[in-house]
């Protein structure tokens, strides 16, 4: 079945630094990729949507210079967190859409997530 | 706009006994809906999902969902309810007209399981 990989699964980081995480499509071609973020006991919130070779379009109140997106090809995104704050602190999850599918509305598979903690 | 609601934030059930999970939407054409269940420090794995066709649906598992437009519901059930289903469980609908099928979740509901 399609796997997503996520890397680092945690990191934990010194407060005004930068942290990237990657999120990888193993099995599958993925055009669009789609970022969330977990608070505890909360549900996900969407915070950007990434599309290969093009700007990710962000969701409002999510600041675009500080979540760095780059969508480099059709099996891998990256997230960089930029000059991190304790506030950053959270559970990072990514999903990939299979290129495949063509409808905006297929199947989304997730990675396992990144625990980021600024301290 | 959309939105999901899922009323019960925590339900127990003891370990065989049935379980239903509730499911509300609001959406103005036909949704598209899933269910997704989270383990702790996990990300998340399809149950099943809801496109069209027959409103019973089976998912992994043992899961199944019933897809109920005039009460705008979508609820999970599983007639026997393991130990390792112990988790959190997320309904979500699928955002389409030039949103890029990006999925809006309910808060989602713990299941725990007695012995």
């Known amino acids: 079945g399609a796997v997503v990989s996520q890397h680092p699964s945690w990191v934990i980081c010194k407060s005004g630094t930068s942290v990237k995480i990657e999120c990888r499509s193993l099995?599958?071609?993925?055009?669009?990729m789609f970022w969330y973020r977990q608070f505890p006991k909360q549900s996900l919130m969407l915070m950007a949507t990434s599309n290969e070779g093009s700007k990710a379009t962000y969701e409002q109140g999510v600041e675009k210079d500080k979540f760095l997106i780059n969508h480099a090809s059709l099996t891998l995104s990256t997230l960089t967190v930029t000059s991190a704050h304790p506030e950053d602190s959270s559970f990072y999850i990514c999903?990939?859409?299979?290129?495949?599918?063509?409808?905006?509305?297929?199947?989304?598979?997730f990675g396992p997530g990144t625990r980021l903690t600024v301290l | 706009a959309q939105s999901v609601t899922q009323p019960d934030i925590h339900i127990t059930v003891s370990e065989g006994a049935s379980l239903e999970l509730r499911c509300n939407y609001s959406?103005?054409?036909?949704?598209?809906l899933f269910w997704y269940v989270q383990s702790p420090g996990q990300g998340l794995q399809l149950l099943l999902k809801y496109f069209s066709g027959d409103t019973l649906v089976q998912g992994i598992k043992g899961f199944e969902a019933e897809f109920k437009r005039t009460q705008s519901s979508f609820n999970l059930r599983k007639p026997s309810v393991h130990w390792s289903d112990a988790a959190e469980y997320f309904c979500a609908v699928g955002a389409t007209g030039g949103s890029q099928g990006n999925l809006i979740f309910g808060k989602g509901t713990k299941l725990s399981v007695k012995p």
């Open positions: 099995d599958f071609q993925a055009t669009t």
């Open positions: 959406y103005g054409a036909t949704p598209y």
């Open positions: 999903s990939a859409r299979d290129r495949q599918s063509g409808s905006e509305t297929d199947t989304q598979y």
